[in-house]
């Protein structure tokens, strides 16, 4: 019983959720932004090159027979695939940029000196009373 209680430990310690957390969000992330470039992005750079659509630009390694379908070299896709990975790349390079700054920012405000104690003042009362004798 032993090893349930140390994986359970293990599970909810808070890295380990948040993790999780931005494993399934970067997923959805990913989605939104496969989405954006397909549907959104890659149609008009197609429409300036002529009505080139990305993601059926491919060069056909062997052609189909009536039994087997065609071979073929999909490097469109990869070059969307490309595109996606650039611009999530991009975005998190931004959101890690910001949480760097608010960062230095919280670093950089320095504490408030603490009063000296009494100790401290007592002690700084007496030399200044023994140099001016």
């Known amino acids: 019983?032993?090893?349930?209680?140390?994986?359970?430990?293990?599970?909810?310690?808070?890295?380990?959720?948040?993790?999780?957390?931005?494993?399934?969000?970067?997923?959805?992330?990913?989605?939104?932004?496969?989405s954006f470039v397909g549907d959104v992005l890659m149609p008009p750079i197609g429409l300036l090159l002529g009505g080139?659509?990305?993601?059926?630009?491919?060069?056909?390694?062997?052609?189909?027979?009536?039994?087997?379908?065609?071979?073929?070299?999909?490097?469109?896709?990869?070059?969307?695939?490309?595109?996606d990975f650039t611009i999530i790349a991009f975005a998190i390079f931004l959101l890690v940029k910001g949480m760097n700054s608010m960062r230095k920012k919280e670093e950089a405000a320095p504490e408030a000196p603490k009063p000296p104690s009494n100790e401290e003042v007592l002690l700084t009362q007496i030399r200044d009373l023994l140099k001016a004798r």
């Open 52 to 83: 080139v659509d990305f993601s059926d630009l491919a060069v056909t390694l062997k052609d189909a027979t009536a039994t087997t379908p065609a071979v073929l070299w999909s490097y469109g896709k990869f070059i969307q695939t490309i595109v």
């Open 1 to 34: 019983m032993g090893m349930m209680k140390e994986f359970r430990e293990f599970a909810m310690r808070g890295n380990v959720v948040d993790l999780a957390v931005g494993i399934v969000i970067g997923g959805a992330f990913g989605k939104i932004v496969s």
